[in-house]
């Protein structure tokens, strides 16, 4: 007990208190995640939200504070993001194949994402700093972070939505796939991973691997294609 005792005064007193907090709720989410043989609703990223969510209110933990140590893990979304490379390369032959349906889909689902928060948050009378945080959210978080920034949103609310597209389309895209009755692999992977960007990838790749790798490559081609098409969007819509 004393030595836990003094494990827990050092890390009170430093930014790797909440950083260890964030590992561990993720371990033990993805833990029950398994356990639940990965069912939709028993998303990693939803079930540690539910586990940090009440130790900080229970803490009376600022989120500046909670943040000073989880930004470590902020910092990697940078690498993560050019690792989505990877994907591109490896499927570059494919890619090759198929590039008209793929651009197709690409423009498509990126015009639609943007263009329809825009209008649907108009309509519901936002205010513009909400609906031009709204407008990069199913980008993965760098990228609509650095686009809220550059249009003028709001990044910490840009941040909170990207991660509720990317959780809703994570429970939905199964049961809605099949809803639909579509049963190629790298039509669900795509539509996903353009969608719910990371989030939703990591549930293609539990799914199927060629579901994660069109997932992989969407998120990719959607990061690039947002940037572009949202300042665009923005001037022309609002």
Known sequence: MTGVANLWSYLSTTPLLWLTATILAYLAADAIARRLHNHPLANPVILSVLIIA?????????????????????????????????????????????????????????????????????????????????APKSTTAPVALGISEAVGGLPALTAVLVILTGIIGAVIVTPLMTVLRIKDWRARGFSVGLASHGIGTARAFQVNPTAGAYAGIAMALNALLTSLIVPVLVRWLI
């Open 54 to 134: 009440p130790v900080l209110w229970v803490t009376k933990t600022e989120y500046a504070t909670y943040f000073e140590g989880a930004q470590f893990i902020h910092f990697l979304l940078g690498p993560a993001t050019i690792a989505l490379a990877l994907p591109l390369w490896d499927n570059r032959e494919t890619i090759r194949t198929s590039v008209a349906p793929i651009l197709l889909a690409l423009v498509a689902g990126s015009v639609t994402a943007a263009g329809s928060a825009i209008l649907l948050a108009q309509a519901f009378g936002l205010s513009t700093d909400v609906i031009l945080s709204l």
